[in-house]
């Protein structure tokens, strides 16, 4: 009860602890349900369509199997079941249309209980049923029963809502999928049931060379491919969470203090240590589930806040559908409480073990600022140092992007420690060029401030340099993808006809036209290089191409090397996940065996997950022999271009499946770059208004100290109103000076996930660009965040009566 | 007001020349929850130049209230206060600080030194602020309270005797014409005290400023050219 009362004299400091610790917990928990929520879709989507972890038979060099095979196979004994894969689209929306075969589907596979599959007649005969996401349905703002054309012009099976299944996804029967996808007569893989007996060398028996097994895992790569967009979101969780407890360890700090004489006094009377200390556990336990529990509310509400534009992010970057609703697990709340608890009792720790170790007699006053100022500093350079050490370190020697984040926490957490020292120098610089008495004690006062307020001074550094920092990066991100854009897509108009035929008589007809310069193939056929999935496009000898497609590095006849059909070129992120190089050797799997080509050059595919190659149509044709024959742009007079698309519409109408023109696919393409960013963005603002937070918590509890400092100031003739000025000022001045340090830290920041993150993460590396103009806003923004925390203190200040500046020197009235 | 005058005159009996401080009818009431609670109730008070004065009386019964009156920190609720002819109770919070700053010397029984500043910085800053810096008398005054070789320390680097004397110090430098000390050496041993107050004197007569000091002591208010006795709010003469 004696030590609770510290709480009821102390609403200030109590309510800075519980915001401290909802804080830290909210933007933790948050970005821990919109990670789950992803990888919970993920999973649901891997287990559906791997049929939960079932082996599969697939074609050796990436392409289709003949139902011919998947007989042969199933005379032999197999336990196989076909499965059509592809991508259809319904307006703007991307669906995944996968077909089975309920009949053979294994037992043990969720789609063999699925309901809606297990209804045989309705699912297998015409006009079948698509089993969708309701939330896809609710995308496609279509209804059950409807029956949507895809950019096909093939009308899918009447839609019927299922919840089991995984947003983005149609569930179809095989024949259904076979017919919307034009793949009569082929199959993408076949499932292989449980405990089937399948060596290698049986499959080779049956099949030969053609078909090959492959694992589960190599079927994720979902996961994969998302895993660095998690792995960047845990990071701003972490830093928002560290941020947090940057004020619990403030207020927590202080509050021992404060009670030291109480602690003391008890002991005296006769109180046990080990009561005292099970009672502030007890105390920080209660407090830590307390506040964590409003945090994770908060996290919940942050998370369905966010979910819309992770959503849009995951679908940008990955074409990955995360379920709209979000649904968290116990295990989410059990995991955030537990963290709380663990980062309320870390930040504690010094003040329970100070509590602990004092002895009873010891006097009862606050260890001399200045000797305990000058050996903190000194162990925050050791360790700023040490931080520091640890990222130059894994520089030189770390691979991979764990080894990029601690590059980046050691640069972050080094920097921040160094903070209090480099504001303490330009104190004392500032001190000892001051002139004034008043100016002299402006600085030494801020000095002495900077202990009480360097924790919160230290979450805005943070804040603002992930802000310049990510803010770099996204700004460079920008530029570089709007210059690329301009460069990729230099043709007028872009479109996809139905079919081989209609794509033919389309093109015919425009290479009659005199309006159309060019009519330019692009099509399409997919393999793998290393495990990762790669689009394999064709394209013809043009000026288009060799005068304006970027490359990163290119042989001296790049553009002849290719088109002789010995040649390719490769995006960057394939070159770095493979290794490869101007020059070096590639072997492609393609439908009729392996390809040895060489890389001519190398050109960046910013955003695309997958890995791309670029080879002669021709050359294309050749190793893919049935490869789509649909994709062409085409080269119009910008002016003319509208006019056209009309003209091929009133020509072909249906024919064509997709039609777009210039401006509008960069459009597209520019929205979905900056719906991908919108979520950074948001963490980022979330970060700065905590690190704002701590700086009300901060003022607010050193502004009992404060009276003290000011008091004898006062008393010799300075006005209460001077000194709420003054006050102001060295907020801003330290919040200035911050920004300052925040600028070259962002940088370095930007540097390291332009230079090792992106690396790691996407395989393309963007060059870096600076943004003077970003760093006024920064500047402005550390200003306006002290300005905003200076408020409460200052109306505090402003309302302190002479009588309570007076109780300052007053022994008695 | 002369009645007021004369009246106040009367209670510091055989103070000579015209008075520099004036207090008349002051009153002052402090809101509690068992409601006002008055602490001052009409004291009337003069101090010429020179002279030095002990104000004494229980705890709690309004000394430092009537000190910090006079300073200008805090407003009555009634009566007069006037530093020569500047009457302190009807100026405004700044021009009180003003006054206060260029006028008045403080010195405190926790010696309300400022952290952050040195020894020296600590001395001068009220004379500095105000303008009134002189640096041979800032010299005399760390020599006579034996502050050389602490110029470069810190407050919390001294004994409690050495930090009361920059406080001293400090209050003097201004060259003040009023001096309030409030307890000056109820947090110093006696024989501390009795060299630290020994000093003070010796340099408030060298300013000739007058000296208005709250204490409990009896043994040190007879140090004192006047001793007056607070009780139930009005001063009485000892």
């Known amino acids: 009860m004696t030590l609770l009362s510290h709480w009821r004299r102390h609403p200030a400091s109590f309510a800075t602890l519980f915001i401290g610790l909802a804080v830290a917990t909210a933007l933790w928990s948050g970005v821990q349900a919109l990670n789950q929520q992803a990888r919970s879709s993920y999973d649901r989507a891997a287990a559906v369509i791997s049929g939960g972890g079932l082996r599969s038979i697939v074609g050796a060099q990436g392409g289709p199997i003949s139902e011919a095979q998947y007989v042969t196979l199933r005379r032999d004994g197999w336990k196989v079941s076909p499965v059509v894969e592809g991508t259809a689209r319904v307006g703007d929306v991307a669906l995944r249309l996968l077909g089975v075969e309920p009949l053979t589907l294994p037992r043990t596979s969720p789609l063999a209980t699925m309901e809606g599959v297990r209804e045989f007649k309705a699912f297998m005969t015409p006009p079948w049923r698509a089993l969708i996401a309701p939330e896809t349905l609710a995308e496609l703002k279509a209804s059950e029963g409807d029956r949507p054309l895809t950019d096909r012009a093939r009308q899918l099976p009447p839609l019927q809502a299922n919840p089991d299944v995984p947003p983005g996804l149609v569930l179809i029967d095989i024949a259904a999928a076979q017919d919307i996808l034009d793949r009569r007569g082929r199959v993408t893989r076949l499932m292989l049931a449980p405990k089937t007996e399948a060596p290698v060398d049986d499959l080779k028996a049956v099949a030969g060379e053609e078909l090959r097994l492959v694992e589960p895992e190599e079927m994720q790569d979902l996961e994969r491919l998302t895993e660095s967009f998690h792995m960047n979101l845990t990071a701003f969780g972490l830093l928002a969470f560290f941020v947090g407890l940057f004020i619990v360890h403030a207020s927590m700090g202080l509050a021992f203090e404060q009670r030291l004489p109480a602690v003391r006094t008890m002991r005296a009377v006769g109180v046990s240590q080990h009561v005292i200390m099970g009672a502030m556990l007890a105390e920080v336990v209660v407090l830590a589930l307390a506040a964590g529990t409003a945090g994770m509310i908060c996290g919940y509400a942050i998370a369905a806040g966010l979910l819309p534009d992770v959503t849009a992010s995951l679908e940008g970057l990955y074409g990955a559908h995360v379920a709209g609703r979000l649904a968290v697990e116990p295990a989410w709340w059990i995991s955030g409480l537990a963290m709380t608890l663990l980062g309320a009792i870390a930040a504690a720790a010094v003040g329970l073990v100070k509590t602990y170790r004092m002895p009873v007699l010891a006097i009862a006053q606050p260890l001399a600022w200045r000797q305990a100022h000058e050996r903190h500093l000194a162990q925050q350079g050791a360790l700023a140092a040490a931080a520091l050490a640890v990222a130059l370190l894994t520089y030189l020697l770390g691979t991979g992007l764990l080894a990029g984040f601690i590059v980046i926490a050691g640069v972050l957490v080094g920097a921040a420690l160094l903070l209090p020292l480099a504001l303490a120098a330009l104190l004392v610089a500032g001190e000892s060029r001051a002139r004034s008495a008043l100016s002299q004690w402006f600085f030494a006062d801020s000095r002495q401030q900077l202990s009480g307020l360097s924790l919160a001074l230290m979450a805005l550094l943070l804040a603002l340099a992930a802000n310049v920092g990510v803010g770099t990066m996204v700004d460079g991100f920008r530029k570089t993808f709007t210059g690329w854009l301009d460069e990729r897509l230099v043709s007028e108009v872009y479109f996809d006809a139905t079919g081989d035929a209609e794509a033919d008589r389309i093109a015919g007809w425009l290479e009659r036209r005199s309006d159309v310069t060019a009519v330019l193939p692009f099509w399409k056929a997919e393999t793998r290089l290393a495990a990762w999935p790669v689009d394999v496009f064709g394209f013809r000898d043009h000026a288009t191409y060799r005068e304006h497609f970027p490359l990163i590095a290119a042989a001296s006849d790049v553009w002849d090397r290719v088109h002789a059909g010995r040649a390719v070129l490769v995006s960057e992120q394939l070159a770095r996940r493979t290794r490869l190089a101007v020059g070096s050797p590639v072997d492609i799997p393609t439908s009729i065996g392996i390809w040895g080509a060489e890389v001519a050059g190398i050109y960046p595919d910013y955003g695309n997950p997958k890995g791309q190659l670029r080879i002669d149509l021709d050359a294309l044709l050749s190793h893919w022999p049935d490869v789509r024959r649909t994709s062409y742009s085409l080269r119009v007079a910008p002016d003319q271009a509208a006019a056209l698309i009309r003209s091929m519409q009133a020509e072909f109408g249906a024919a064509i499946g997709r039609i777009i023109d210039q401006s509008s696919l960069k459009a597209i393409s520019t929205r979905i770059f900056e719906k991908t960013f919108a979520v950074t963005a948001a963490l980022n603002s979330l970060t700065l208004i905590v690190s704002g937070i701590a700086l009300v918590a901060s003022l607010l509890t050193l502004g009992n100290q404060r009276l003290a400092q000011m008091a004898p100031v006062w008393a010799v003739g300075v006005t209460r109103r001077r000194l709420a000025t003054l006050e102001l000022a060295k907020i801003l001045l330290l919040a200035a000076a911050t920004a300052c340090l925040a600028i070259p830290l962002g940088l370095a920041l930007a540097w390291c996930l332009v230079a090792i993150v992106n690396v790691e993460a996407f395989g393309w590396r963007l060059p870096l660009h600076v943004f003077p103009a970003q760093w006024l806003e920064v500047m402005g923004l550390a200003i306006l965040t002290s300005l905003v925390a200076s408020i409460a203190p200052l109306v505090r200040l402003g309302r302190t009566s002479a009588a309570d500046l007076l109780k300052v020197f007053a022994n008695e009235r | ?238």
Not at chain 2, 46 to 65: H, I, N, Q, R, Y
Not at chain 2, 170 to 180: E, F, Q, T
């Open chain 2, 1 to 238: 007001m002369n009645q007021s005058l004369e009246k106040g005159s009367a209670s510091i009996a055989g103070a000579a020349g015209v008075p520099f401080l004036r207090v008349v009818g002051l009153r002052k009431n402090y809101a509690t929850p068992q409601g006002p609670l008055t602490v001052l109730r009409g004291v009337d008070l003069a101090l010429p130049a020179g002279a030095t004065l002990a104000l004494m009386g229980e705890s709690g019964c309004g000394k430092s209230t009537l000190l910090h009156l006079v300073a200008g920190l805090d407003e009555a609720d009634g009566g007069e206060i006037w530093l020569d002819d500047v009457e302190i109770s009807a100026l405004s919070d700044e021009r009180r600080a003003g006054l206060r700053r260029e006028t008045i010397g403080l010195v405190f029984q926790q010696f309300n030194l400022i952290p952050s500043l040195t020894v020296a910085s600590n001395l001068a800053f009220q004379a500095r602020i105000a303008g009134r810096l002189d640096p041979a008398w800032q010299k005399e005054l760390t020599a006579r309270l034996s502050l050389d070789g602490l110029e470069t320390r810190y407050p919390e680097q001294l004994s409690g005797g050495q930090q009361q004397r920059v406080a001293i110090g400090r209050a003097l430098a201004v060259k003040p014409r009023l001096i309030l000390a409030d307890e000056p050496t109820g947090n110093l041993d006696e024989a501390t005290g009795d060299e630290v107050l020994a000093l003070t004197l010796e340099l408030v007569a060298a300013t000739g400023a007058a000296f208005l000091m709250v204490t409990h002591s009896s043994r040190l208010a007879a140090k004192l050219d006047h001793r007056l006795l607070l009780t139930s709010g009005v001063l009485t003469k000892l």
